[in-house]
Nanobody, 126 residues
Framework: QAPLVESGGGPVQAGGSLRLSCTASGDIGSTYAMAWFRQAPGKGREAVAA???????SISDSVQGRFSISQENAKNTLYLQMNTLKPEDTAMYYC????????????????????WGQGVQVTVSS
């Protein structure tokens, strides 16, 4: 079983909404922090949002006010609610988890995460 499995992606028109989900398997044990990253074609990986067990949400400036992150610990599931989507939000979205402590100022740093999902595509059309 893959350690992290994302779902909820797909095509959407600009201005629409999507909610991504990421379920962590029991194989990875307890997670300290979880996050969403994205990568658009021809671009580097970009942090989107992160949380520490559902608390202390960190949101990237590029999606602030439009995206929110939440976590349902009982289901080991992380969510990314994406509203008012724009074509520039088109990317592969990846869920990440860290089983080690992450300082709050490093929550949006990819190298802090030791588990990654396979990714889910989000395509926003104008």
């Amino acid at each position: 079983q893959a350690p992290l499995v994302e779902s909820g992606g797909g095509p959407v028109q600009a201005g629409g909404s999507l909610r991504l989900s990421c379920t962590a398997s029991g194989d990875i044990g307890s997670t300290y922090a979880m996050a969403w990253f994205r990568q658009a074609p021809g671009k580097g990986r970009e942090a989107v949002a992160a949380t520490v067990n559902g608390d202390f949400p960190s949101i990237s400036d590029s999606v602030q006010g439009r995206f929110s992150i939440s976590q349902e610990n009982a289901k080991n599931t992380l969510y990314l609610q994406m509203n008012t989507l724009k074509p520039e939000d088109t990317a592969m979205y990846y869920c990440a988890a860290s089983t080690r402590r992450v300082e709050w100022w490093r929550l949006l740093v990819a190298s802090e995460y030791n588990y990654w999902g396979q990714g889910v595509q989000v395509t926003v059309s104008s």
